[in-house]
């Protein structure tokens, strides 16, 4: 999620781009399970994608190291 909205952020003429939402199949905890805070739009609609390097978000790492094997 964070990359496509991170290309779309780049892109001149992107109007639109769709947010998987549909709880409770497809809740936030489910789709951004490894950060440490899900990625939300305000109530306009708007996502904030932040100024921290990379994606832009943290990591979950206890979350990270539970999924871990071996």
Same mark, same amino acid.
Do not use: C, K
């Given at each position: ?9 780049? /892109? ?9 939402? +549909? ?9 951004? @399970? ?7 739009? +305000? ?5 904030? /994608?932040? +100024?921290?390097?990379?994606?832009? @978000? ?13």
């Amino acid at each position: 999620m964070t990359a496509n909205a991170h290309l779309v952020a780049g /892109l001149v003429d992107a109007p639109l781009l769709e947010f998987p939402f +549909d709880p409770p199949e497809w809740s936030l905890a489910r789709r951004d @399970y490894i950060m440490a805070e899900p990625l939300t739009a +305000d109530p306009q609609g708007w996502i904030n /994608l932040g +100024d921290a390097p990379g994606m832009g @978000y943290a990591l979950d790492e206890g979350r990270l190291l539970a999924t871990r094997i071996g």
